[in-house]
């Protein structure tokens, strides 16, 4: 089956500091990744639709300059947590929608855990 | 943004016992899905269910969907240990290449 890579799956790192989530699609091309956001025993929230070679989409109250969306490639989206504080940590899932015909599935990355110290 | 509610948000069992766990959305969708998810591990995609279907069988899982009432079930019968874990609905809105939104989740414990 479809597979979405997520690296790294874990990553601590000093406050201020800038954070790079890789998401791939390792079989297929995806031209609309989607971020999420899990707090400890929450749901994932969504943060922001990434588009293959166009701005990304942020959801109400994530802000898009702390959170750096780049969607270079049809199967590579990054998700960059700028100037990291304790509040940012979290878990950090992305997905990736399969383009055939007829298929609903979004497939989701194994997920980043990032602290924030 | 989520979608709506699950209930219980927390449920144990004994092994063998059946769990049902139910879902609540808001909006109209294209499909329901639902997944699982171990304590900090990704997410397990368990069973889609399209807006014009009614019930879907996968195994141990059983899903219900009733669009006039915006709700969904999710049936595990014969529950094992091994399926403790977090159960999350999900929907997809009507218009293409939308992303999922998440429910609360219920968290399901089960007990040998």
């Known amino acids: 089956g479809a597979v979405v890579s997520q690296h790294p799956s874990w990553v601590i790192c000093k406050s201020g500091t800038s954070v790079k989530i890789e998401c791939r699609s390792l079989?297929?091309?995806?031209?609309?990744m989607f971020w999420y956001r899990q707090f400890p025993k929450q749901s994932l929230m969504l943060m922001a639709t990434?588009?293959?070679?166009?701005?990304?989409?942020?959801e109400q109250g994530v802000e898009k300059d702390k959170f750096l969306i780049n969607h270079a490639s049809l199967t590579l989206s990054t998700l960059t947590v700028t100037s990291a504080h304790p509040e940012d940590s979290s878990f950090y899932i992305c997905?990736?929608?399969?383009?055939?015909?007829?298929?609903?599935?979004?497939?989701f990355g194994a997920g980043t855990r990032l602290s924030v110290l | 943004s989520q979608q709506g509610e699950e209930d219980p948000q927390a449920l144990s069992i004994q092994e063998g016992e059946n769990a049902t766990m139910n879902c609540s959305y808001k909006?109209?969708?294209?499909?329901l899905q639902w997944y699982r998810q171990n304590s900090g591990r990704g997410l397990v995609h368990l069973i889609l269910?399209?807006?014009?279907?009614r019930e879907k069988h996968s195994g141990r899982l059983r899903v219900t969907l009733d669009t006039s009432k915006k709700s969904s079930s999710l049936l595990i019968t014969a529950s094992r240990a091994a399926d403790t874990a977090s159960y999350f609905c999900?929907?997809?809105?009507?218009?293409?290449?939308?992303?999922?939104?998440f429910g609360k989740g219920t968290t399901l414990s089960v007990s040998s």
């Open positions: 997905s990736a929608r399969h383009p055939g015909g007829g298929r609903d599935i979004q497939y």
């Open positions: 079989d297929f091309q995806a031209t609309t």
């Open positions: 990434s588009n293959e070679g166009s701005k990304a989409t942020y």
């Open positions: 909006t109209s969708i294209n499909n």
């Open positions: 269910i399209r807006s014009n279907e």
């Open positions: 999900a929907t997809e809105a009507n218009q293409a290449g939308t992303a999922l939104i």
